[in-house]
């Protein structure tokens, strides 16, 4: 006799999953933060050397410079950056988005001390002089750029100029120099004269100033000006940051990819959900509702780590599709070898679901440790795919073991499934005992 309650439940169940994921799929497809290699921008690596002799290299040092990092990326406004620490002294910087390398190289790497010294490269103040976030850009009479700084002790700006001041104005000695990572063996005598000159400008001083604003004037674009205003706004790097690689994808580039990726992936599960309704019947119709609940159940924890999505994180997850019905199949496949050999579909159910478990916890847990190593070990692209084939596999474990086994036992204990081998897969003929 059929039992109405656990079909009830069944329809029930997937009623209420179907609510749940009516209402996630889309918060959660527009939550997702995708990779350069998918959106487009810019990605750099960096090797971190010491600014000055004897300076070490130390966790402390590197986290520094990752939060300076930090700051000029917020002067980009990239929303999604990614920034890691890689082999100890290097840093790898992704900015999905970003159409002017230019410019993002220049404030990524660039040290930005700024340094202001007399005629004869003699030091007299530096960054540490200046209040902190208060450049700004303005513009002159003749409607020229300039940066306008904020000084923190206005007596001692007060006491360089007095001195500076005092030199001959003939010789044109009374110069105070503005220089943006000043360099051992750079200097204004050798410097002066040429047309690209390395230091930023060198006003004339003729009096002591007792002021706590001063103003950057030079041969400036706006742009320029504005560059030169968030680096000095973004603070000074503590270390020396030496491109070792970057590439650049174009953001119609990324587009193409993601649109021909999610095709690829949709023909592949496709075959995949018709294989499983060919080959299992009923087995594999609920094997196709699990990779669906799958599917969602891995971008909403995708979503909810941050985590960015990049092509070998697609890739990834398809991997994950294939393994979760690798899962489904060994489970079928021993509960088809139970009815073959003369069970009831009761007792088939049950016993087929033992003998495939160990399996599959085996093939699981073996992925589960190599995608551990690639991310302890890998790259930023390698971790990308290693962390969507780990939760790939834990979500395997709740919807195609736990939650096949539930949604199939419902239909199986209502009795409904009795004398119907066929639903899943095997013929009356095949059955032991029978003709």
């Known amino acids: 006799m059929v039992k109405k309650g656990p079909i009830f439940s069944f329809f029930a169940l997937l009623i209420v999953l179907g609510v749940i994921i009516g209402f996630a799929v889309n918060p959660i497809i527009h939550r997702v933060n995708l990779g350069l ?15 000055k002799a004897g300076q070490k290299i130390d966790s402390d040092t590197m986290s520094n410079a990752v939060a300076a990092i930090n700051k000029r990326i917020n002067v980009l406004g990239v929303s999604e950056p990614n920034i890691s620490i890689e082999n100890g002294h ?12 230019k410019r993002a190289r220049q404030l990524l790497s660039t040290t930005a001390k700024l340094e202001f010294r007399d005629y004869k490269d003699r030091l007299m103040m530096d960054g540490s002089d200046l209040k902190p976030g208060k450049a700004k850009v303005a513009f002159d009479q003749m409607n020229k750029p300039m940066v306008t700084l904020q000084l923190k002790d206005p007596k001692k700006f007060a006491s360089v100029t007095k001195k500076i001041a005092s030199y001959d104005p003939l010789k044109r000695e009374n110069v105070l120099v503005i220089w943006m ?26 009096q002591e100033l007792n002021t706590s604003d001063v103003e950057i004037t030079g041969s400036f674009t706006a742009k320029e000006a504005t560059n030169l205003k968030d680096l000095l706004n973004s603070g000074s790097l503590p270390v020396r940051m030496v491109e070792k690689y970057s590439t650049s994808v174009g953001a119609q580039f990324g587009q193409d990819s993601m649109k021909e990726t999610i095709y690829a992936g949709a023909l592949a599960v496709a075959a995949i959900m018709l294989f499983m ?33 990049t092509l070998p994180g697609i890739a990834a997850m398809i991997l994950g599709v ?9 489970t079928l496949e021993r509960i088809k070898d139970e009815l073959r050999s003369g069970k009831s579909i009761i007792s088939a159910f049950k016993a087929g679901n033992q003998r ?29 795919f290693a962390v969507m084939l780990l939760i790939s596999n834990v979500v395997t474990f709740v919807t195609s073991v736990y939650g096949a086994r539930l949604l199939l036992g419902l239909l199986v204990h209502s009795r409904a499934l009795n004398n119907h081998p066929w639903l899943f897969g095997v013929k009356r003929s095949d059955i032991r005992g029978t003709k």
């Open 277 to 309: 309704l060919l080959f299992y019947r009923l087995g594999g119709l609920i094997a196709d509702l699990t990779l669906v609940f799958y599917s969602i159940i891995v971008m909403a924890v995708f979503v909810g780590l941050q985590a960015v999505l």
């Open 90 to 101: 290097r840093i790898r910087v992704q900015l999905p988005g970003v159409k002017d390398e």
């Open 322 to 330: 294939g393994m979760a019905v690798d899962a489904n199949i060994i």
């Open 37 to 51: 290699d998918l959106k487009g921008g810019f990605e750099v690596l960096y090797q971190v050397e010491p600014l």
């Open 356 to 384: 495939a478990l160990p399996t599959v916890i085996d093939a699981n847990l073996t992925t589960i440790i190599a995608a551990a190593v690639l991310f302890a070990l890998g790259t930023s692209a390698v971790k990308g």
């Open 181 to 206: 990572d000043y360099k051992k063996g750079n200097s204004y005598a050798k410097e002066s004269g040429k047309t690209n000159q390395k230091f930023i400008s060198d006003p004339s001083v003729d």
